[in-house]
């Protein structure tokens, strides 16, 4: 039969046309389907006992970890039978099935050994998958495995939305199960990485948390912790209320003078502190007016002493022979702050004790100083509205 050719070169003025059919979700059915009948497969990846066949080709392409090996002279490339050492038989059969399907689940039962596994195998996409689900699941349950994860597979974003989560859910972190489980190494890294973050309070009741979680292994640590709790800004509720009168920390020997220091910073919230012969005393204020108490210098315990009769900020006390007077300063009124001249005593060595009025100072004051020399009280400076 002689030969015929065909040709509509020049006689016809239509354009030049491109085409673009995705067959490439055929050509990856098609590669599925022969995997699952056994036609084209030319290595079986071995995880104990779990045979899973493949190909080469499709495992390279997907995957840097076959790529490297069938594509150099690795002993494995010239295998038919692959193994894969300590790691999750499930996953690396789920991530194979993703390279012929492009489809995978991930939920929280699975995302761990799945970004552990493509980490391993070298799949960006897959585990860009499950960083991305992380990143949606940060609770007070897991926060401290999604830390561990970050820092195990070097994931900047996790580590940065644990560092905020902790700080933003500090006190809830910090009561929960999971942090009290920590190391004493975890809980130091947790310490430095909010420091100065969080209030002073919630440290202080951090470092509680956990050293009283599992006492008899803990406690010996505690003053290691401790330096992170910056006791001169601890408020002066919680420093008289719970750190002051708390076990555990009067036991801390090497506090020394940081624990003293930590008293008289308390005393410009809390009012003022007065030297008697073994005690401090606290009066006054601007948050709590009438109350008055005692800090024993030997066993380290606050005591309440009887309320002001009149509360006042701003005001002066001294000690003259075991008695306590309290002078002037400034009342509330209307909003305003209107200079006294009141002037109570408390003698302290009476078995009942209670507060006396006595004579009046000549000038109505506040914000002034006072001192005692040789039995005699004297006020100086101040304003007086």
Request: aromatic content about 10%; proline content about 2%; hydrophobic content about 40%.
């Amino acid at each position: 039969m002689a030969e015929t050719s065909f040709s509509l070169s020049g006689t016809s003025s239509v354009k030049e046309q491109t085409h673009n059919i995705d067959h490439a979700s055929d050509l990856l059915q098609f590669a599925n389907k022969s995997r699952q009948d056994g036609r084209f497969n030319d290595i079986i990846i071995r995880v104990g006992e779990k045979n899973i066949p493949a190909n080469k080709m499709v495992l390279s392409c997907y995957s840097k970890y076959f790529d490297t090996m069938f594509n150099t002279e690795m002993e494995e490339k010239y295998k038919d039978v692959v193994e894969l050492q300590a790691v999750d038989a499930e996953s690396v059969e789920k991530l194979v099935d993703f390279m012929y399907t492009g489809k995978i689940n991930i939920n929280t039962n699975n995302v761990c050994d799945l970004l552990a596994v493509s980490d391993f195998l070298q799949m960006l996409s897959v585990k860009k998958l499950c960083i991305e689900y992380l990143l949606t699941t940060v609770t007070q349950q897991n926060c401290f495995t999604i830390q561990a994860l970050a820092d195990r597979f070097t994931i900047p974003k996790l580590t940065e939305k644990f560092n905020n989560f902790v700080v933003e859910k500090y006190q809830e972190v910090t009561s929960g199960h999971q942090f009290k489980k920590l190391s004493k190494d975890g809980v130091i890294k947790l310490l430095q990485l909010t420091h100065g973050k969080v209030s002073p309070d919630l440290v202080y009741t951090a470092v509680m948390n956990w050293v009283k979680f599992d006492l008899a292994s803990n406690e010996s640590y505690l003053s290691q912790l401790f330096k992170f709790v910056n006791l001169s800004e601890v408020s002066p509720m919680m420093f008289k209320d719970e750190v002051s009168v708390e076990p555990l920390v009067q036991k801390l020997d090497n506090l020394g003078w940081v624990f003293h220091d930590a008293l008289v910073q308390r005393a410009k919230e809390i009012g003022r502190l007065y030297y008697t012969e073994k005690s401090l005393i606290s009066l006054g204020g601007t948050e709590s007016l009438y109350k008055v108490t005692k800090f024993d210098l030997q066993t380290k315990q606050w005591s309440q002493l009887p309320d002001l009769p009149v509360g006042r900020s701003t005001a002066a006390a001294v000690v003259i022979d075991d008695v306590l007077y309290h002078l002037a300063g400034s009342l509330q009124t209307d909003g305003k702050e209107t200079a006294t001249n009141i002037v109570y005593r408390m003698k302290l060595k009476k078995k009942v004790l209670k507060w006396e009025k006595v004579a009046s100072m000549n000038v109505k004051r506040f914000v002034f100083g006072a001192a005692v020399l040789n039995g005699v009280i004297f006020v100086f400076g101040g304003a007086d509205e």
